[in-house]
């Protein structure tokens, strides 16, 4: 993938925060842990573009990292940390929403789930959420590394119907191994073309 030139914006914790809402942007939602910052980092090609950390509950910002000038990814706050007190598990919950609900420049949301787990309660929330606003309801399922190629089938067909995805569109990746990568890069030409945008991400020539 041609990344020319990628920046990171800056961490918002208020809505005061957010850059212009002049470029498209797609968001990562997904428990804290999940992968969220390794699969951005996957996606660029980057070892430690976006933050990881085994610290669950490291990002509590909503991070903006843009692309070539010409879109954003959008790294959300994780849910579900259980050492995290209520009162601002709340707080980011509402924030998260509230990106959600008033950004108009949000072309999507992409729900990640740990392939190795059953979707939370949170999870199953968030992605009724994400219907309901509208948007495609995309699935990225993370670290399959930690499974064999039969536990995958399984896994795959349990958080289908657990989130009742209903044929919509469920990726598996791995960002330590690199896998997924370029159907995913595909996939987001074709939402990019869907919403008429002028944006696409070539693959070079030695990429596969
Ligand atoms: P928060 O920012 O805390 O919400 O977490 P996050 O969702 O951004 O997760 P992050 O990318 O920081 O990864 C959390 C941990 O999972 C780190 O120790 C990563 O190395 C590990 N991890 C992420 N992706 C993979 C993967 O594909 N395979 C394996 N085996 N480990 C992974
Ligand atoms: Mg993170």
Same mark, same amino acid.
């Given at each position: 993938?041609?990344?020319?030139?990628?920046? !990171?914006?800056?961490?918002?914790?208020?809505?005061? *925060?957010?850059?212009? =809402?002049?470029?498209?942007?797609?968001?990562?939602?997904?428990?804290?842990?999940? %992968?969220?910052?390794?699969?951005?980092?996957?996606?660029?090609?980057?070892?430690?573009?976006?933050?990881?950390?085994?610290?669950?509950? +490291?990002?509590?910002?909503?991070?903006?990292?843009?692309?070539?000038? $010409?879109?954003?990814?959008?790294? #959300?706050?994780?849910? %579900?940390?259980? +050492?995290?007190?209520?009162?601002?598990?709340?707080?980011?919950?509402?924030?998260?929403?509230?990106?959600? /609900?008033? &950004?108009?420049?949000?072309?999507?949301?992409?729900? #990640?789930?740990? =392939?190795?787990?059953?979707?939370?309660?949170?999870? +199953?929330?968030?992605?009724?959420?994400?219907? /309901? &606003?509208?948007?495609?309801?995309?699935?990225?399922?993370?670290?399959?590394?930690? #499974?064999?190629?039969?536990?995958? =089938?399984?896994?795959?067909?349990?958080?289908? $119907?657990?989130?009742?995805? *209903?044929?919509?569109?469920?990726?598996?990746?791995? =960002?330590?191994?690199?896998? %997924?990568?370029?159907? !995913?890069?595909?996939?987001?030409?074709?939402?990019?073309?869907?919403?008429?945008?002028?944006? +696409?991400?070539?693959? *070079?020539?030695?990429?596969?």
């Amino acid at each position: 993938m041609k990344i020319r030139q990628l920046d !990171f914006l800056g961490s918002a914790i208020g809505e005061e *925060q957010f850059p212009p =809402a002049d470029l498209p942007e797609i968001a990562l939602a997904g428990r804290s842990n999940v %992968g969220k910052s390794s699969l951005l980092n996957m996606l660029t090609n980057r070892k430690n573009f976006a933050r990881t950390s085994s610290t669950p509950g +490291k990002t509590q910002m909503i991070n903006f990292y843009e692309v070539n000038g $010409q879109f954003r990814f959008v790294d #959300l706050p994780g849910y %579900g940390y259980a +050492k995290v007190a209520k009162s601002k598990k709340a707080a980011w919950a509402a924030f998260i929403n509230h990106y959600l /609900e008033v &950004r108009e420049n949000l072309i999507d949301v992409f729900l #990640l789930v740990d =392939a190795r787990h059953a979707p939370s309660e949170d999870d +199953k929330l968030m992605y009724r959420y994400i219907i /309901e &606003r509208g948007f495609s309801g995309t699935v990225v399922m993370t670290k399959t590394d930690k #499974l064999k190629q039969s536990e995958l =089938a399984k896994q795959r067909r349990l958080i289908e $119907q657990q989130l009742q995805t *209903q044929g919509r569109a469920v990726f598996a990746t791995s =960002a330590s191994k690199t896998k %997924g990568k370029y159907p !995913f890069w595909d996939y987001l030409n074709q939402l990019f073309a869907s919403h008429g945008l002028d944006i +696409k991400m070539e693959r *070079q020539q030695e990429e596969k």
